[in-house]
């Protein structure tokens, strides 16, 4: 057998995305590793993210939030919004926010694809950090001009950002940098 153990972590490249909610009546913005469909009838996706996170305040309280595709060339943004506390830094600015007469999640205008849900349903993981797992019934999905061909998504448009292990990578392979260190200089010191 050609196989080498390397333990109990997931293996493969998964999609990173920025999660956006309403905190304190401004637009905040997280980023997750922790994304994926649950059905596409009705269209049915999940988040995960630890609890005392400032966004899932903002979900908790609207009961709304969105999910933002970043392409490779967003990676360093990308990875600030997700090492910067909300409740400490105002990452309304970071990006440019768009609404939805849908909803009230804040949607990144600069993100190829951004998707609207509703939470259908909260599960609460006490053994994961913590963590709440959003369950969210898809409301409107959002896809920027010139990023589809015949009425699919174009991947090699939309350019959007993976992880493997500890780095970004793009669909092709391409590392883009390091994740949770490349945004590290948009830090203010």
């Not at 350019?159 to 392979?173: A, D, S």
Request: aromatic content about 8%; charged content about 20%.
């Amino acid at each position: 057998m050609d196989k080498v153990m390397i333990g109990k972590m997931p293996a493969g490249a998964f999609p990173i995305v920025i999660v956006g909610s309403m905190v304190k009546g401004k637009p905040n913005y997280n980023t997750l590793g922790c994304y994926g469909l649950i059905s596409p009838a009705p269209p049915t996706v999940y988040i995960k993210s630890v609890k005392q996170h400032y966004t899932n305040v903002g979900i908790r309280e609207s009961g709304w939030f969105s999910v933002n595709l970043p392409s490779a060339e967003l990676a360093r943004k990308t990875d600030y919004v997700g090492l910067v506390s909300g409740n400490e830094t105002d990452k309304s600015k970071v990006f440019t926010s768009f609404f939805s007469s849908a909803g009230s999640a804040p949607m990144i205008e600069e993100c190829p694809v951004n998707i609207l849900c509703k939470v259908i349903q909260t599960v609460y993981m006490p053994t994961q950090q913590n963590a709440e797992i959003f369950i969210g019934e898809v409301e409107e999905v959002y896809i920027k001009e010139g990023c589809m061909v015949d009425g699919n998504i174009d991947l090699n448009m939309i350019k959007p950002l993976m992880i493997t292990g500890t780095q970004y990578i793009e669909v092709t392979g391409t590392p883009t940098g390091d994740a949770w260190n490349i945004g590290k200089e948009l830090i203010e010191k």
